[in-house]
């Protein structure tokens, strides 16, 4: 009996979905969620679901200033979604939170105003309790925002040929190929993780490469992984933005951090190799994608690393009326913010419209004895800045827009946000099982 095998395949590209309003300054799209099956080891077949597709969804593009009008219908079988722009400052009521279920057969149509900076967001179901399960099986996108400054920065643009999406999530498959979402007690302790990684939903896959500049937008997408990015030959790159836009100035490295729900975008340049040289993208040494450079298809336009991105006005701590605390706080199933689990009838914070705070959050979970779980927190509908990390200025990496951060076991953060967008969002945990056990909370912006 032969061991299922995975065939060597070439990096899917998500699509970019279609506006289909033909105004320049609105846009529409339409997205379907719907259950389908992947063969993503031959011979088997995975049960999954996607969005417009079997396994993850499309590339929704948009650009400051538009006037966006998204139409979700949910196919689904049996089962209620909500879809959330994550990153997005957007109106409670176009957030796309646990509020806004979609049950099976129907259909909603948010609409919003892009306000913010070019950036690399993402999209994902967030119904209550079942976000994790609705992530693992394959639904999630990327949302591009693009403005000026994107459009003249000299950096590659051309999607999917120097300008390439990597979703990096881990599975675990079954013989029979299946990714069954059952939590056993080390997943209801630190989420799932998985001993297979994806990207872009292909297990080990290669891209070919043209002999230069490679712009590659980086999303964590896992349930609860932590990467550490490098390249095996440990080949320099630079990061050019974060979660919610571009840095000031590219920043060099060889390791990237990345927390579940992160994202990087960086610059890697491959003029240097020669035709057929393979480099690998790799996780704490291993291997998961191979770059194989090609002078195929010739003249490829020439980049070098920009000196300058975009300036980042610096929010000034002395404008915060208030510091809030959040204290992550429990293990297993009673993990909690500030001693209290999820509630959807219950607004646990007050924000003033249009004013500035300091949001403080330290991780208390877990320490001692068992050594403790490292929790990215998230908050809707803002980006901030993180002033410090127990104190000392935060790596240079976190030095512009954030709206997922790791807190370390211990730590204590502090992060400043202008919160300009009115209704009632979510913080949370984004270690989906987390988030699913009830470490979220409820802020009403008024
Ligand atoms: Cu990425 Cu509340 O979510
Ligand atoms: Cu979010
Ligand atoms: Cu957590």
């Known amino acids: 009996n032969q061991s299922n095998t995975v065939n060597e ?81 957007v109106d409670g009521d176009a957030d796309g939170g646990p509020h806004s279920g979609i049950q099976p057969g129907e259909s ?6 892009i306000e913010q900076p070019a950036a ?33 920065l000299e950096i590659p643009r051309d999607y999917g040929v120097n300008d390439v999406p990597l979703i990096i999530q881990d599975k675990r498959f079954n013989k029979d190929g299946s990714f069954e979402y059952d939590l056993g007690m080390h997943d209801i302790m630190n989420g799932l993780q998985g001993n297979t990684l994806l990207v872009n939903g292909a297990i080990a896959p290669y891209l070919e490469v043209p002999k230069g500049m490679m712009r590659l937008r980086i999303l964590n997408g896992s349930n ?58 790799s996780n704490q040494g291993v291997k998961f994608l191979k770059f194989s450079v090609s002078v195929n298809g010739a003249s490829v336009k020439q980049f070098t690393i920009p000196e300058k991105l975009n300036p980042i006005e610096k929010i000034n701590p002395e404008d915060a009326v208030r510091t809030r605390k959040f204290v992550f706080q429990g293990m297993g199933p009673r993990v909690n913010i ?64 954030k709206d997922t951060f790791l807190v370390s076991p211990g730590e204590k953060v502090r992060a400043i946000a202008t919160f300009n967008h009115s209704g009632v969002f979510m913080y949370h945990c984004h270690i989906l099982e987390h988030e699913d056990a009830g470490m979220m909370g409820q802020f009403q912006v008024e």
């Open 9 to 89: 395949s070439a990096l899917p590209i998500p699509p970019m979905l279609k506006d289909t309003n033909p105004n320049p300054n609105k846009a529409e799209f339409h997205i379907t969620a719907q259950n389908a099956t992947k063969e993503f080891i031959s011979g088997t077949k995975t049960e999954t679901m996607g969005y417009n597709g079997d396994y993850l969804g499309p590339v929704i593009r948009v650009r400051r200033g538009e006037e966006v009008s998204v139409q979700v219908e949910n196919k689904l079988k049996d089962e209620m979604t909500t879809i959330h722009w994550h990153g997005l400052e």
């Open 108 to 113: 909603w149509t948010p609409e919003f105003t």
């Open 120 to 152: 690399t967001l993402w999209y994902h179901p967030h119904p209550e309790r079942k976000t994790g399960k609705q992530v693992y099986k394959g639904l999630a996108g990327l949302l591009f925002i693009e403005d000026e400054v994107s459009d003249q």
């Open 224 to 281: 609860a992984s932590v990467y550490e990015l490098g390249f095996d030959n440990n080949q320099t790159f630079y990061q050019i933005a974060s979660d919610g836009g571009f840095f000031e100035k590219p920043i060099k490295m060889n390791e990237l951090k990345l927390g579940p729900s992160e994202r990087a975008e960086i610059l890697v340049d491959f003029s240097e190799y020669n035709n057929g040289d393979v480099i690998q993208m």
């Open 338 to 401: 500030n001693g209290k689990q999820m509630d959807i009838n219950r607004i646990d914070e007050q924000v003033n419209l249009n004013t500035t705070e300091i949001w403080e959050v330290s991780n208390e979970s877990g320490m001692g004895m068992m050594g403790g779980t490292v929790h990215p927190f998230h908050a809707h509908g803002v980006q901030f800045q993180i002033i410090d990390r127990d104190g000392n200025p935060p790596p240079l990496n976190e030095t512009g827009w």
